[in-house]
């Protein structure tokens, strides 16, 4: 395995039967669930059915409230970074973001949470259910001015949590017609 978490776009959801039509590669990140993955999926979460392992371990989210949400994030996060990479960084994401639009985000998680052996499909209902709301909650109130201590943080770290790689070609690729 590449131990990493992939993020797609597609219009619709895959289900047990199918996955979309056509779906779009985002981003990978190696050995973490990035931050900017789970804000990405932030909006409107649900379990779906992963589009490549047979567990139901893929995370389906609002696609324009997910990259509002990290925009906003990274525009405060820019506030108090003083790196000429962080700007042409959070433009490359945001031009590849708005390139790769559809109506979902499709978060494959199954590398990255099999890793402790444990079970998968409660490893991502935990994701769902706790860790992208806590996330979520925790950028909203640093976009409000309300967590100062843990925006720092993520400023002091910025590459851990955003620095993915962003491509039209992932390790796990679909066609796109």
Not at 91 to 104: C, G, P, R, T, Y
Request: charged share 25%; net charge negative.
């Amino acid at each position: 395995m590449a131990n990493r978490s992939y993020l797609y776009s597609a219009e619709t959801l895959p289900t047990e039967t199918e996955n979309p039509t056509r779906v779009n590669c985002v981003s990978e990140h190696r050995w973490d669930i990035p931050l900017a993955h789970k804000l990405l999926v932030g909006r409107e979460p649900r379990v779906v059915q992963s589009m490549i392992w047979d567990p139901k371990i893929g995370i389906g989210a609002d696609y324009a409230g997910g990259t509002a949400l990290l925009l906003d994030l990274l525009r405060v996060v820019g506030e108090g970074v003083d790196e000429p990479e962080f700007a042409s960084r959070v433009a490359e994401i945001a031009a590849h973001l708005e390139k790769q639009s559809a109506a979902f985000f499709i978060l494959e998680t199954g590398e990255m949470i099999s890793l402790d052996g444990g079970d998968v499909e409660e490893a991502v209902e935990q994701l769902v259910a706790t860790d992208i709301p806590r996330a979520v909650a925790r950028a909203e109130a640093a976009i409000a001015g309300e967590d100062d201590e843990w925006l720092e943080s993520v400023r002091a770290s910025w590459r851990d949590h955003f620095d993915s790689h962003y491509s039209n070609v992932l390790y796990f690729s679909f066609p796109t017609e």
